[in-house]
């Protein structure tokens, strides 16, 4: 059965002036564009739904001349990566007529909860209508309590979610998981007097709006005709924000859980300047995520810094992020497209600073390019520690056969260092130096426990409470 691998971008706004939020949604989502690149849809105050393929600046023409002649004073969008299905999975997706729903994240037990259900999940291979029609099912039974509906919920679903749903009555709801996996905040936009809740901060910032505060885990924001409520549906646990978001996912612009995406990553570099305390004639990030890292490592290593490595940028492909592109020939397009300076890098030793590592084949192909170029050595050094396991919360490595830390290690109990000496052999660079788990952490300003590196580790055990529907040979995707 096809693995459900969701990471995506949701935007919710409501307006208490009667403004038309229709371009805050539609912006906000370009905005998240780097959250997902297959898809986008927007549903504006029930009345009006629009889902189509591709990115959003695609279809954006298209989507304002086929607006009809009124204001929409709610609405919910998303924007799509690597989801199984087709184009009928395009969200926001219809509950019957109870609901629409965004999600952004992975509900793990999906198919045990469609077959509870009575869903075919040889069918329903979406875990967001899954949990969907779950909702509503909790729902109808609760008469319309949403904020025991979800405390349910949460009893039975495993995974993460932050869900935007939108109801018949133009009402708003924002949902963010008890454990807070998934990045989410809550934004003001003065002048129109309109609420807004991104998956990132960099969302609010493109619409004007001031960034209020994050949502916090199991809270439920919502936005009907009397006002903005917060609801505590569950009891609040330490978040266990995604480390990866901070490495790779988020924008650099964005703030998360109180910190600043760029400076995180500035801090990865000069600590791993001291975890690892190199000299090389310059240092090259690996566009795009990795350049403030580089930037730290550089600063901490007294380094020239070259941006000797470029995207093309000037076909359709050259504008896409490569990691989350669904199909690995895609993959390869993207970064056989990073062409590097030859007068920068010719007779150098090189150190490459990238943001990970998780199947190899595009840190190979960048070690072929520099050598091709002329470098005479080329290292990498790596922000996120080696991904050896599967994650289940929302990034797409759901088969550890795909991941290279994986294959150099099976058999074996590597450490980080052995890891890196195999995975430098396996992509010809002359070493692959890689963060720690507790270095990371420390980047980001949190204790190594309110982090999550399940897929570094591949301890799932301290990310949700099992309940008894799950087992956790399942949960591990044993």
């Given at each position: 059965m096809t693995s459900v691998r969701e990471k995506c971008g949701i935007v919710m706004a409501r307006s208490y002036s009667g403004h038309d939020v229709s371009g805050f949604v539609v912006n906000g989502l370009k905005a998240l564009q780097h959250r997902g690149q297959e898809g986008w849809g927007v549903s504006l105050s029930w009345k009006f739904v629009f889902r189509r393929g591709g990115?959003?600046?695609?279809a954006e023409r298209e989507f304002y001349s086929s607006l009809p002649n009124e204001r929409f004073t709610s609405g919910i969008g998303h924007v799509r990566y690597s989801t199984v299905g087709g184009a009928e999975y395009i969200q926001p997706l219809d509950i019957g007529e109870s609901f629409r729903i965004a999600h952004n994240g992975t509900i793990a037990n999906y198919q045990r909860l469609a077959l509870e259900c009575g869903l075919d999940p040889r069918y329903y291979m979406s875990d967001t209508l899954v949990a969907g029609v779950l909702i509503e099912k909790l729902l109808t039974k609760r008469e319309g309590d949403w904020v025991g509906t979800l405390n349910e919920f949460v009893r039975v679903a495993c995974g993460s979610f932050c869900f935007a749903i939108q109801l018949p009555n133009s009402d708003v709801i924002a949902v963010r998981d008890p454990m807070g996996f998934r990045p989410l905040c809550l934004g003001h936009h003065n002048e129109t007097d309109t609420y807004v809740v991104a998956s990132e901060s960099c969302a609010l910032d493109v619409l004007g709006a001031d960034l209020i505060r994050d949502v916090k885990p199991g809270e439920a924001i919502i936005m009907s005709k009397d006002g903005v409520e917060s609801v505590q549906y569950v009891e609040q646990k330490e978040s266990r924000i995604c480390a990866f978001e901070y490495v790779y996912f988020a924008h650099p612009s964005s703030i998360i859980e109180g910190a600043s995406v760029y400076e995180v990553r500035r801090m990865m570099g000069k600590l791993l300047?001291?975890?690892?305390p190199l000299n090389g004639d310059l240092v090259v990030p690996v566009p795009e995520s990795a350049r403030p890292a580089a930037l730290g490592f550089a600063e901490a290593r007294r380094i020239p810094i070259e941006e000797a490595l470029v995207k093309y940028r000037y076909f359709w492909k050259g504008r896409m992020r490569g990691f989350i592109e669904p199909k690995s020939d895609d993959r390869n397009e993207v970064s056989r497209w990073i062409i590097p300076i030859?007068?920068?890098v010719k007779d150098k030793e090189v150190i490459l600073v990238e943001d990970s590592i998780v199947r190899g084949t595009t840190a190979k192909e960048i070690v072929e390019t520099m050598r091709r170029a002329g470098a005479k050595r080329v290292g990498?050094?790596?922000?996120f520690p080696p991904i050896a396991h599967p994650c289940?919360?929302?990034?797409?490595?759901?088969?550890?056969?795909e991941l290279i830390a994986h294959k150099v290690s099976v058999g074996t109990e590597s450490g980080i260092e052995k890891t890196g000496e195999r995975v430098a052999r396996e992509i010809g660079?002359?070493?692959v130096l890689y963060n720690d788990p507790e270095?990371?952490?420390r980047a980001i300003g949190r204790r190594l426990g309110q982090i999550c590196v399940s897929c570094v580790t591949g301890d799932y055990g301290q990310l949700v409470d099992l309940p008894l529907t799950t087992t956790r040979r399942e949960f591990k995707g044993g």
């Open positions: 990115l959003v600046s695609h300047a001291e975890k690892y030859k007068s920068a990498i050094v790596v922000t289940f919360m929302g990034i797409d490595f759901p088969d550890r056969s660079a002359d070493y270095t990371l952490a």
